[in-house]
């Protein structure tokens, strides 16, 4: 079908940019306050976009940041209609419209369903202000349906047009000879804006551009290893570099090709590799390379091996250079062959890692943008509490909250026979911050499922007394962090952990929580007695993951709890034990951070004296605090902090308390209070005239009864006095 012939106007030369997340499928071209004046348009008029096709958009003015730039931000749908890529150049003009009278369009895969009749309207209602042209491609979301395209067949009348509320549209059977959809484009990702400026110079310009290399003398990358934890967006980002540079993508998964036969799975790579050349230019996609090609020094099987020698062979044999390019993706690069990881094969690796807070809110925005969100809805407060999420936890989220939103409308819902299902008066298909809330509670992060992890609720405040200690904490991670010149121009690095000691009871572990809450990162709780094992060299390895996780969902604190049960000191007496293989092994994972990986490491110990005391030296953990036993002016901090929840009696007098809990820890005085309320809710209940407890409160007496039943348990530890 051709497009319509517009009359040629002024018209100006921008080069393509992506257009805004939240933007995606609204058919909007921002460009200059100037090019707009230049061209004679203002925001909502039309213009033509002229590439290797034509197609027209809706104008808008760009944002501050992108003003002067002679940039135009449009969508991948509209990319796709006018022919264009990202970076490069295309004419605009301003050009009439006219209200479309109707419009007809048809499926652009044959699987697609034809809406129904009952649809209609909300199709219209999706579409109305969007302008089109006859031959364009346009996206239809309805609620709990995946995304479908569809083309234009024909439109009434001809020329530039605006679908309105009073356009009339219809449909027809998908025709075969249309083109696959592109499915996802740049605006599909969210949070990978520096490894995807990476990942699109070593792919684009090769597949884009090859002259250029020949022109500096040099040979183009032929391949990029993309690695990180599953659900970060590897394969999306190899589908959507095949889309914007309409390259023929040719997907292998690393199963598929393992053969039972003897040559079976090398003649398979090689047709791979065949099709590559003969529909350059090409991308090929090996996806999970760990499997297509492990360590030959570590597998037995001697099709592996093959299979990774003709894979070595077909990559050094690329002929049609800057046309043929291969992406990898794994999860595990440690487990790939190492020739394969050297320049001229896999030229560079690429990390992409769990997204930040400001990835994780574009993501967000991408898997809501079409969803009928209330105004409660804080995708900003959404994004902080998930840390930890990854691309695809976040779609999952989204996904849950659109089935608690169903499930809470549910029985709202009248069904009929034949017909589209109604809602009761005064009902919405609404998704609203109590649904995302629900969806939050079952959706755990992939990075560290296997591991405790928090996003702790309380904060300093919350924690009584340990003044010093709270002013200590705060100077040694919030300081490092504000890029000070005095930092910047220093070879001194920030701190790498802290060590808490002290009895028990006296809010280490609570300060550690209180510190993820007050640093909003994310809590990683290990338990150092689960990581034991009879097996040999099990221990190590768990030890191992367990700081790989905490690197992959960085920023972080790594809180190891009782750490002398895996940091035993040493001694020639049991050199063979495991416990050594352990702490050599936490040595050098210790040893290995970097202020740059966003890891700190907080340990806890009443038994200092039982720690490995290399363990102890500056470097690995800096600084080594003392919890002392709560002074009178702490205990009344903590007495108030648990007093502030409880229903008291008037007779109440705290500085009775304080004294009887001379000598006493935070978690003495918790104990306390527990005992009290357990003595008035006994007292209320049993008297039966209080079912309800409404009228419970606290005496003095209570707290005087708790008090001479509370049996205060010494657990000072033995602590070396140059740890004073």
Known sequence: ??????????????????????????????VDEAVLKSLGAVPGETLKISGRGS???????????????????????????????????????????????????????TSSIIPKESEIPHIRQLLAGKHVVQGDKVQVTLFGTRPQFFFIDGASPRGALRITANTDINFKAADVSHEKANRVSYEDIGGLESELTHIREMIELPLKFPDLFTSLGIDPPRGVLLSGPPGTGKTLVARTISNEVRAHFIHVNGPEVIHKFYGESEAKLRDVFEEARRNAPSIIFLDEIDALAPRRAQVIGDVEKRVVAQ??????????????????????PELVDPALRRPGRFDREITIGVPNQAGRLEILKIHSRKMPLTADVDLDKLAEITHGYVGADIAALCKEAGMAALRRILPGIKFEVDSKPTLKKGMKIEVTSDDFLTAFKGVEPTSTREFLTERSRITFSDVGGLKEIKRNLKSILQLPSRDLPIFANTRIGPPKGIMFTGPSGTGKTLMAKALSGEMGMTLIMVDPPSLLSKWVGETEKGLREVFKRARQASPCILFLDEIEAIAQARSAEYSSDVSQRVVSQLFRELDELHGSLGVFVV????????????????????YIM??????????EAILKTYLDSLPLDTDVDINSILQAGEGWTGADIEALCKRAIMMAIEEAFGSGKDKDLTGCVVTSRHFEEAATQHTIVSTNPIVPKQMH
Not at 14 to 23: M, N, P, Q, S
């Open 1 to 30: 079908m051709k497009k319509t012939k517009f009359k040629s106007i002024q018209h100006v030369s921008l080069r393509v940019a992506e257009a805004f997340i939240e933007e995606a499928g609204k058919g909007l071209a921002r």
């Open 626 to 635: 003392e919890f002392p036993l709560p002074d009178r002016e702490a205990r």
């Open 311 to 332: 894979l070595l062979a077909l990559m050094d044999g690329l002929v049609a250079r800057g046309e043929v390019v291969i992406i990898g993706a794994t999860n595990m």
């Open 55 to 109: 197609t027209v958009a809706r104008a808008a003015q760009t944002t501050p940041e992108y003003s002067g730039q002679n940039l135009i931000q449009i969508d991948g749908i509209t990319r796709d209609n006018a022919k264009v890529t990202v970076d490069e150049w295309c004419t605009i003009e301003k050009v009439p419209h006219k209200s479309a009278e109707s419009i007809l369009l048809s499926p652009m895969e």
């Open 603 to 622: 340990a806890a110990t009443n038994r200092i004296d039982l720690v490995e005391p290399a363990l102890l030296r500056a470097g690995r953990f800096d």
